[in-house]
């Protein structure tokens, strides 16, 4: 089952992932929210449309902006919809 892991914690684990130019995307419901807090933080991809981020704090550190959401995808990315993906040394282990 494909987990999430930053400084040595699952921030997140699902059966449900999609992968995406290889990314996991999580389901909303399969991360641990008490790590996450939204950040002002957004990007677009030109096909996926706009993305916003997450700031990961684990054991009193912080990982700003080290998840990212669709919550409003272009049609072409609707599978990402409420998922969540992750970059900046967190670790995706599918086991």
């Known amino acids: 089952m494909p987990r999430a892991i930053w400084n ?3 921030v997140a684990e699902s059966d449900d992932t999609v992968i995406v130019e290889g990314n996991h995307y999580f389901p909303l419901a399969d991360i641990k929210r008490e790590y996450f807090a939204e950040t002002t933080h957004s990007s677009i991809c030109s096909w996926k449309g706009r993305a916003g ?3 990961l704090t684990v054991n ?3 990982n700003p902006n080290a ?3 669709y919550r ?4 072409a990315a609707a599978e990402m919809k409420d998922r969540v993906a992750f970059w900046h040394g967190v670790r ?3 086991e």
């Open 72 to 75: 409003n995808p272009k049609p």
């Open 92 to 94: 995706v282990e599918d």
């Open 67 to 69: 998840a990212w959401i």
């Open 60 to 62: 009193g550190k912080e």
């Open 8 to 10: 040595g914690v699952v």
């Open 53 to 55: 981020y997450y700031t």
